[in-house]
C-alpha cells in the first residue's frame, strides 16, 4: 500500500496509515497529502465507496481454503509463499511464478515449458479426461470442480483462471451456440505474461470445447525473441505425479516448432509484439472470432491506444478483464474516448477469477487476477 498523494508534490513522511474517511480506499501518509489530493480524489470518492461494499462478493469463493487466500493474505496473517508452501507446490513448476520470490516471465524459454505437471495427486487436478460432457454452462468454480469431480480443498484453480475465463468470455458473447457448429475458434489473446511459464493449462479448453479445434494467438511483448512464431500443440492435459496414473501413458503432451504440424484440439502460437503491430501476421486471411486482453491495464499502457483503434475497426467482440473494478471503469473510459461506443458487455464480476488476492495493492480493495471484465 502506498500513499494515495505519492509523486504528486512534497516527499511523503511516513507509511500510508491515514485512510479515506469516507470511501476507506485509499490511505495517505499525513492529513496535508490527504487535503492536497482531496481535488484528484472527490472525483472518485464516491465510486470506490460503493466499489468497497461489495467486498464479501469479491471474497466469496467456495474453496476450502478461502478464506486463508482471501483475507488472511489481505491481512498479512499469511502470504501466497506460506499458501503455496503448506501444499508442496512453492516455486513447483507451473506454480513458480506464483508468489513473489518465484519465477519472472523473463525466465521464459529456458526449456519448452516450465512444467506440464500440476505437481499434485491425480485426486487433486483434472489430468485425464472428464467422466461426461459439459452438461450444462458451467457459472462458478463449484460448477466446475463438481463438473471434474475435483475437491474443493484443491488449488488447481489458482492456474486454472487462465482458461476458465476464457469459457466464460465465449459464453458471455454469445459465441458459445457456434462451437456447435464450428470446427475451429479462433481466439487472439493479448498481452500474455505469467501465463507463458503455465501454458499447460490452456489444455484444459480441450475438455470444455469437446470436437472442437481451438486456436489461441498469444501475441504480446513478453513472449521472447527466440520464441516468436512457435507452435505448441496441446495433445492432452496438464499431468499429476502418480507414476501410475493413466495421464502418463499418452503421448508426449506438446510438440513445438515454427513448422510443427496441428494435430491438437488447442493449438497456442506465440507472436512478439503488440497486436496493432503482429495483427497482419497473425490474422492471415482469418479474423478471430474473439479477441480477449486479460489484466490488461489499458488506462495504464498508452500502446493500447492504437490496438482499441485496431479492434474497433475489425469488430470482433473483445473482452478485457482487469485486477479490480476501478481498473475497468478507467479502461472503459479511455476505450470510449477512442470509439464513442459504451462497453458491448458492462463491467461484471468474473466468476473464474483467481481466487487468491494480490499481495500489496495500490488500494484498499482486494484485487484478484481476472477479477472484473468487460467487452467491446
Known sequence: M?????????????????????????????????????????????????????????????????????????????????????????????????????????????????????NLSNILCPCHEPSSPIAKQLCSWKDYYEWRCIPLQSPVSLLLHWPLTIYHAIQITGLGSLTSEIRKLRIHYLGPEKELLQLAVFGELRAMFSGVLLQIELIGPAVPHHRDGEKIDL????????????????????????????????TLQLHRGYYHERFIDVSKDSLPHLVIAPNAGVAAYASWLPTIELIKKINVPAVFSDYCEEACHLATCCINTVTSQPPRLPIQLNPFRQPMVVEDSALHLPCYSNCFLFAM
Open 2 to 118: 502506498e500513499c494515495a498523494a505519492k509523486g504528486r508534490g512534497t516527499r511523503c513522511l511516513g507509511p500510508p496509515r491515514k485512510r479515506c474517511g469516507r470511501c476507506g480506499a485509499v490511505s495517505y501518509c499525513s492529513a496535508s497529502h490527504q487535503i492536497s489530493h482531496w481535488k484528484e480524489h472527490r472525483e472518485e470518492c464516491e465510486r470506490l465507496e460503493q466499489q468497497m461494499k461489495r467486498l464479501d462478493l469479491l471474497n466469496d469463493f467456495p474453496f476450502s481454503f478461502s478464506v486463508e487466500s482471501t483475507l488472511q493474505i489481505s491481512e498479512k496473517q499469511e502470504s501466497r509463499c506460506s499458501f503455496l508452501s503448506r501444499r508442496g507446490i512453492h516455486l513447483a513448476g507451473m506454480w513458480a511464478c506464483e508468489c513473489s520470490c518465484g519465477a519472472s516471465v523473463t525466465s521464459f524459454g529456458n526449456s519448452r515449458f516450465e512444467s506440464d505437471t500440476w
Open 235 to 266: 495433445h492432452s492435459y496438464a499431468r499429476c505425479i502418480e507414476q501410475d496414473c493413466n495421464c502418463k501413458c499418452k503421448n508426449e503432451n506438446i510438440s513445438c516448432g515454427v513448422g510443427a504440424r496441428t494435430s491438437s484440439v488447442v
